[in-house]
């Protein structure tokens, strides 16, 4: 099993729609994650961190279910803005406190 | 302005001709890396640095060096570079208590 695993997609959804992407990590010590944005081969972005008890920022709701091993990135009201590739990133995977592990990402594109 | 910088962000070269991509953070971050980002595979870690004269692989070191002997600069070396490492490379700092971690913007290297 991967380190961490993302459905790639793509996703094509229309404006105003709600998306969900998941990712599972395969290694149950591990301690922090997040979701970042990438748009068009730039560099990577933090979009927010995932906490245990779950987060929300604006249109953009993050999930941890550490016993199923997987965070969850949910957009609501999809905005033409929001097309990029959205990776998840778990720290601690692999046997390093500091290490980051990167997801493959998930291409989502949002359609007027 | 806090950043990552990275030259060149564009290089063409040959194989076998030593080249050096340079990375440096004005954010006084302990913790640096090098990925790169190629189709299908994500970001893979190439190197990475705890602090000024402490190095270690990442996932794919192989045609790699680095140096760390100033804490706001890490260099990518890569002394006779073959086709198969062009890529897309990212440096990347952050704080050791820092979670969050802030990218360049990338160097498109190409290895004729």
């Known amino acids: 099993r991967k380190e961490v695993e993302q459905d790639p997609g793509p996703f094509n959804v229309p404006e105003g729609a709600t998306v969900a992407f998941n990712c599972t990590y395969s290694?149950?010590?591990?301690?922090?994650f997040f979701w970042y944005r990438q748009d068009c081969r730039k560099e990577p972005k933090l979009l927010m961190s995932?906490?245990?008890s779950g987060n929300e920022d604006g249109r953009f709701t993050a999930q941890l279910n550490r016993a199923s091993q997987y965070i969850s990135l949910l957009i609501r009201d999809s905005k033409l803005s929001d097309s990029a590739t959205y990776l998840c990133?778990?720290?601690?995977?692999?046997?390093?406190?500091?290490?980051?592990?990167f997801g493959k990402g998930t291409l989502l594109t949002v359609n007027p | 302005e806090a950043q990552v910088t990275q030259n060149p962000r564009y290089l063409i070269t040959v194989t076998g001709k030593k080249l050096t991509v340079t990375c440096s953070q004005n954010?006084?971050?302990?913790?640096m890396s090098w990925y790169r980002q190629d189709p299908g595979l994500g970001l893979r870690q190439i190197y990475y640095?705890?602090?000024?004269?402490?190095?270690d692989k990442g996932d794919v070191p192989e045609g790699y060096k680095v140096s760390r002997k100033e804490k706001r600069n890490f260099p990518l070396i890569l002394e006779s570079p073959s086709p198969n490492q062009t890529s897309l490379y990212f440096c990347?700092?952050?704080?050791?208590?820092?979670?969050?971690?802030?990218f360049g913007p990338g160097t498109r290297l190409t290895v004729l």
């Open positions: 990347a700092s952050r704080g050791l208590a820092a979670l969050g971690q802030f």
């Open positions: 290694n149950s010590a591990s301690q922090s």
């Open positions: 995932v906490y245990s």
């Open positions: 990133v778990v720290i601690g995977s692999g046997g390093s406190n500091y290490k980051l592990t």
């Open positions: 954010m006084n971050h302990e913790y």
């Open positions: 640095s705890m602090n000024v004269e402490v190095t």
